[in-house]
């Protein structure tokens, strides 16, 4: 399986939802990856300052960055 647009597909699911935790993205994204390799994305999407989380209870928020593309 090729992950090449996921990045995309989390960047608009963020701009169209807000704030979203891992679970309610991956409900949305169209080939549902392993739960690890979207926490690897989204790990590397934070790195990159593309996307930024908060921890909120037990869960995490992630959100589209001020400023970014």
Known sequence: ??????KEEV???LKNEG??????IASKL???PNRAI?????RCLADLEI???KDVGR??????REGSK
Do not use: C, P, Q, W
């Not at 399986?1 to 996921?6: I, K, W």
């Not at 869960?59 to 589209?64: D, E, S, T, V």
């Open 1 to 6: 399986m090729v992950y090449h647009s996921l």
């Open 11 to 13: 960047v608009e699911i």
């Open 19 to 24: 704030a979203s935790t891992r679970e309610e």
């Open 30 to 32: 169209k080939d549902n």
């Open 38 to 42: 979207l926490m690897g994305y989204l």
């Open 51 to 53: 996307i930024d989380s």
């Open 59 to 64: 869960a995490k928020l992630y959100f589209l």
